[in-house]
């Protein structure tokens, strides 16, 4: 992940222009899992990326073929619902905000190609980073 909004993962640069055929025709492309498909939107699972010793499970979104937005969802010390607390979940934020400061300097984290954002969405109840293209 860097200020350009790229990073690359197995054989495929992430990167604002990134186009859906050019995913799905890639390593990662063929070992993520499709999540989600309504109309002209996709998203896609990718499992166990680690970013500074810690894990994520980075979900990509597609609209209309090009890449839209990027979620990262930490998998560090994930409990379940079973063993839930926002005291965790926020974290969990804390812990990607200090990612994203290692990475970009401090905030905000706004370009001409998007934004990235360290989020903690109570009622969803979890915390995430989001790199949202335009």
Request: contains cysteine; charged residues 30%.
């Amino acid at each position: 992940m860097n200020a350009r909004g790229e990073f690359k993962v197995l054989d495929l640069l992430i990167k604002p222009n990134l186009n859906l055929q050019d995913f799905k025709n890639s390593e990662l492309g063929k070992k993520a899992k499709k999540k989600t498909q309504f109309g002209d939107f996709e998203s896609y699972l990718i499992e166990d990326y680690t970013i500074f010793n810690r894990t994520f499970s980075p979900v990509l979104m597609f609209a209309k073929s090009c890449i839209s937005s990027i979620q990262f969802y930490s998998e560090d010390e994930s409990k379940g619902w079973g063993e839930y607390s926002s005291s965790d979940e926020k974290n969990k934020k804390k812990r990607n905000d200090e990612l994203l400061q290692k990475i970009l300097g401090d905030p905000p984290y706004n370009f001409g190609w998007g934004n990235i954002e360290s989020i903690y969405d109570q009622k969803a109840g979890y915390s995430y980073i989001i790199i949202n293209y335009v």
